[in-house]
């Protein structure tokens, strides 16, 4: 199986500022056939089902603002807030579909300093 | 309004079953792979199992915590996903969500609001 790891398990940034939260894979995600890494993003607010916030790594979702951003280098994968918000205060979850079974990171709670 | 909604859950004791269903609206279920994910209290997300679709024989897939005790089946006629829990465990204790895969994409693009199952004495 495919272990997603992520880190770190929590941070308090200020309003305005930068949030970053990594996430690592035990393995490559990135299908040579058409070189996009099948790995998600995804928030998930008290009380509410996950939400998708990127698919392949860095696409962004419908409806997602651009202050959110994600990355790939390798087997390591980044979200970005430009500028974390109020209402971005949640859990934030890597998940691979590369390979089954599908497995997620532990997640990542993002607060308000 | 393309939508999920899981129902069935509850309380039951340890070695019991129960049966979730979903019923989906809004788009062509039968053209879908869909899958069941659970969150243990407190937890993170734990893929459950999918099924394919018609289209690729409606396969089966499973999480190993689950394989041999849970079952997904589905209706494409009633849009509805189900999932057979049996011999159940405490910790199957978990909202469990019944979720699309994009087409295209893979990633789960649409999620229902989720259903709460509790294997307690």
């Known amino acids: 199986d495919i272990v997603m790891t992520q880190s770190p398990d929590s941070l308090a940034v200020s309003l305005g500022e930068r949030a970053t939260i990594n996430c690592k894979s035990s393995?490559?995600?990135?299908?040579?056939?058409?070189?996009?890494?099948?790995l998600a993003w995804y928030q998930q607010k008290p009380g509410q089902p996950p939400k998708l916030l990127f698919y392949w790594a860095s696409t962004r979702a419908s409806g997602v603002p651009d202050r959110f951003s994600g990355s790939a280098s390798g087997t390591d994968f980044t979200l970005t807030v430009s500028s974390l918000q109020a209402e971005d205060v949640a859990v934030y979850y890597c998940?691979?579909?590369?390979?089954?079974?599908?497995?997620f990171g532990q997640g990542t709670k993002v607060e308000i300093k | 309004e393309v939508r999920l909604v899981e129902s069935g859950g509850g309380l039951v004791q340890p070695g019991g079953s129960l049966r979730l269903s979903c019923i989906v609206s809004g788009f062509t279920f039968s053209d879908n792979y869909m899958d069941w994910v659970r969150q243990a209290p407190g937890k993170g997300l734990e893929w459950v199992g999918h099924?394919?679709?018609?289209?690729?024989?409606?396969?089966?897939q499973y999480a190993a915590s689950v394989q041999g005790r849970f079952t997904i089946s589905r209706d494409d006629a009633k849009k509805s996903l189900y999932l057979q829990m049996d011999s159940l465990k405490t910790e199957d204790t978990a909202v469990y969500y019944c979720?699309?895969?994009?087409?295209?994409?893979?990633?789960?693009?649409?999620w229902g609001q989720g259903t709460v199952v509790t294997v307690s004495s």
């Open positions: 393995q490559t995600l990135l299908y040579s056939s058409n070189n996009k890494n099948f």
């Open positions: 998940q691979q579909y590369y390979s089954t079974p599908w497995t």
């Open positions: 979720v699309r895969p994009h087409t295209w994409t893979g990633a789960f693009d649409i």
């Open positions: 099924s394919q679709n018609k289209a690729n024989g409606y396969i089966t």
